[in-house]
């Protein structure tokens, strides 16, 4: 009886060890980050085209960069997006800032006018595409804010500005690519050319793909984190078999399965790639494979914290890393 009862912990605690999520997935702090890539996958759904998330656009005005939650960019149009994870009863006050009420909340919480917010991010989006070479034509980019949250209510709807797009809407949303949420663009192609057309969506998507955005990190249950990427902790011979996962070479990795034998391994798949931007050419890139431990650690450091997070790969899907 004992001997099956000291089996039973030893077993418990190599499933503990290897497969559990025991570490930081469990203590992600909020569900913002989920709810910004579950909103760009709802709109690739709905209307096609190409979302840029988690993008980090220079501001040459204040010589920092500015935080993009996304870009939403089909043919013909590009939206800025900025997704507010707010609950509880929202209203806007007097001089334009939003107050969230209720939901366990201990007091009110006051935010800056996420309208005013979305538009300097377009803003300074559009000064970053001029820079790099792409003058868009009068309306073709917009800004839109998503309030995705179904704990979100207000009591007057009316209230918030055309640019806001309440819970009740976001849910009602249909796949039809002509409406583009009640008219994000009005004929900025009319008339133009296919070619013209053409060019700039390709310019566009090239741009916004080598764009600076934060690191990402893929979790189990449909979690995101974005943040930094800093360093694998673990066993010695697996930090020497991840060392070429490095951001100047690597841009992905996804963790393909995980087995168990006496010990977990996962076996990544690693894209490498030539991370030189600087022209439109063709970019080399080879997938290659790694196998090591399940319990090797990723240390991350999520946007918008100073805690230092750990992911073990077994929790992980995958992390892609911006160049």
Wanted: include cysteine; proline fraction near 4%; hydrophobic fraction near 35%.
């Amino acid at each position: 009886m004992w001997v099956e009862i000291l089996c039973g912990l030893i077993a418990y605690k190599l499933f503990r060890c290897f497969f559990s999520d025991s570490d930081d997935v469990l203590e992600l702090e909020s569900s913002d980050t989920t709810a910004l890539f579950n909103v760009a996958n709802r709109l690739e759904k709905l209307y096609g085209g190409k979302v840029y998330a988690g993008l980090r656009i220079p501001d040459a005005d204040t010589g920092s960069r500015q935080n993009v939650d996304m870009v939403l960019v089909t043919k013909g149009e590009a939206v800025v997006i900025s997704v507010k994870n707010f609950s509880g009863l929202v209203s806007i006050t007097g001089d334009g800032s939003w107050v969230c009420e209720g939901h366990g909340k201990h007091k009110p919480e006051h935010h800056p006018d996420p309208v005013e917010e979305a538009k300097k991010q377009a803003s300074v989006l559009e000064s970053y595409l001029e820079q790099r070479g792409v003058a868009l034509p009068e309306g073709y980019l917009s800004y839109k804010v998503v309030l995705p949250n179904p704990k979100f209510w207000t009591i007057h709807p009316s209230n918030f500005p055309s640019e806001v797009i309440t819970h009740d809407q976001w849910v009602q949303l249909k796949p039809e690519p002509k409406s583009m949420l009640s008219g994000w663009i009005k004929g900025a192609f009319r008339g133009a050319k296919k070619e013209m057309q053409e060019s700039i969506h390709e310019k566009l998507n090239f741009i916004l793909s080598t764009a600076p955005m934060w690191d990402r990190l893929e979790l189990k249950g449909n979690k995101y984190v974005l943040g930094e990427f800093l360093e694998f902790k673990g066993k010695q011979e697996d930090i020497t078999a991840l060392r070429g996962i490095k951001r100047s070479k690597v841009s992905q990795f996804i963790v393909q399965k995980t087995s168990m034998f006496g010990l977990a391994h996962s076996k990544l798949q690693v894209l490498y790639s030539a991370r030189d931007y600087r022209s439109e050419g063709t970019s080399t890139s080879e997938w290659n494979e790694a196998t090591v431990r399940s319990s090797t650690e990723v240390v991350f450091q999520p946007e918008n914290s100073r805690k230092v997070r750990k992911f073990k790969l077994s929790s992980i899907i995958s992390m892609s890393l911006s160049a």
